[in-house]
Every structure is written in C-alpha cells, then in structure tokens.
C-alpha cells in the first residue's frame, strides 16, 4: 500500500490532494478541488500527474481513489459455478454492506455486524491513512458480491504487526471453497504487507466459524465467558489468532 509518509511529492498540492483522497475514500473530483481551495487549472494539473504517477485513479463517474497496489483477479470455477476474487471497490459499498448482513442474519459473528455498521455510516470501504488500513476483498457471481474477507489494523506502532479479520459467504455459496480462497487471499495480503499475526473472535454459538478457522491453522489464544448476549442468551466470545511467517 502506498502511504504519503513513503512517497515522495514534488509539490505540496500533489501532497495536498492525495492526502485527501486517501483520508476522505473515493471523492468527487469537482468536491475535492473545492475542499482544497485549488484552482481548476492547478487541480486539474497535479491530478493527471498523480494518474500518471500510478498514485491516484479515475473511475469512469469521475470519481477518484488511490491505486491499490494489489488490483490481480482470480477466477475459479466449481460445480458449474463461476467465482471470482479480487479487491473490492468502491462502488462495491452496497452489495457488500447487503452480503455481509444476509449472510450474518442469524446474529452469530458480532464483528462482522459491526464492520457492515462502520462502513454503511462512512460510505467509504478502502482506508489507508495514518490511523487505520482497512482492506476488503470480494468474491462475486455474476458481479454479484457473495462473500468478503476484511482485514483491518490500526497504524498504532505498537499493533502495527497485527490486523483483524473477518471473513463470510452468503449461506447459498457456501461448500464451493469460496470461503477458503477468500481467507488466502486476505492471509496473503497480510503477509505481503509485513503483518506477523491476524485475529479474529467470533461468539461460542457460531462453531461452523470456529471449526473453519481451526482447520485452516488458526488457534483459540482466549475465551471470555458470557461476553455477548444474543436473543436474551449470554455466549462466550471465542479469540482466535494465527501466527504468519
């Protein structure tokens, strides 16, 4: 990922502008120059210079969003179903936001509720800034968002080896390994990018989650007894984590 801490800018207003769409998601480009206070000359100058630099991209409505590094697809084909992974976008806010709480309607996987709250509220998925690296990648059908994996880790120096994840498939894709994939995916993406360790906890009640986990190589670190309370019934929040490298 690209940080403006490790870049390098010839001039303020590059710095200026890429600092604010990093901060702010995906923006408008016509918002952006008026937030900034630019001309339409200068913005309109240093922008082309950051797309052409690989920094910033432009989507088709006009829009812009910093150029991930990882952008790659994988397709895969099981029993007649074709899937593919790849990073999620922008425009992917809705169709996440509803996968992840179609497929967590039975209230067994409390983060993942959570996260579909944070990003419906910001209306931005992608972060990378100097406070949080937020990262999603999507499995889709059809363009059709059916599963996710999220990775999320705070830029505090002393977390800054550690991100939380989450994954989850819409229960009609499940058993096609799409769970599996996302979950490389989003181990690959952590190790390319220097984490050491990945965690995520999940509720007592959700076992299918659990089991997932454990078979992939993931190790129970702690339980806290009735931690959650679902439906009037007290669950123990089990915390799991896996060691990269």
């Known amino acids: 990922m690209q940080f403006s801490d490790e870049l390098e800018f010839t001039h303020r207003d590059r710095k200026d502008i890429y600092e604010y ?28 210079v950051l797309r052409r630099d690989g920094i910033v991209t432009r989507d088709d409505d006009d829009r812009l969003r ?7 697809e994988e397709t895969f084909v099981d029993e007649g179903l074709e899937v593919t992974i790849r990073q999620a976008r922008e425009d992917d ?5 509803g996968a992840i709480r179609e497929a967590l309607a039975n209230k067994t996987y409390i983060e993942g509720e959570t996260i579909a709250d944070v990003v419906e ?9 100097e406070l949080q690296s937020r990262m999603f990648f999507v499995a889709t059908v059809h363009g059709d968002v059916v599963g996710w994996v999220h990775l999320n880790a705070p830029e505090l120096e002393k977390l800054a080896h550690t991100a939380e994840l ?16 996302l979950l490389d995916r989003g181990v690959d993406w952590a ?25 992939r190589g993931w190790d129970t670190e702690a339980v806290r007894e009735d931690h959650y309370k679902i439906d009037d019934e007290y669950a123990d929040e089990v915390m799991l984590a ?4």
């Open 21 to 48: 769409i990093e901060r702010e998601g995906r923006v408008d480009a016509e918002d952006a120059r008026r937030a900034l206070n630019m001309s339409p000359e200068a913005f309109g100058h240093h922008a082309a």
């Open 93 to 97: 806010l809705t169709g996440l936001v």
């Open 166 to 181: 989450t994954v989850g498939v819409i229960d009609e894709y499940r058993g096609h390994g799409i769970g599996t994939k």
């Open 242 to 245: 896996k060691v990269l490298g």
């Open 66 to 72: 910093v150029a991930f590094d990882d952008e790659s």
């Open 121 to 129: 509220s910001e209306n931005v998925l992608l972060r990378h800034n």
């Open 191 to 215: 190790l390319d990018n220097g984490y050491e360790k990945l965690y995520n906890s999940v509720p007592s009640s959700n076992q299918d989650a659990i089991d997932f986990l454990e078979n």
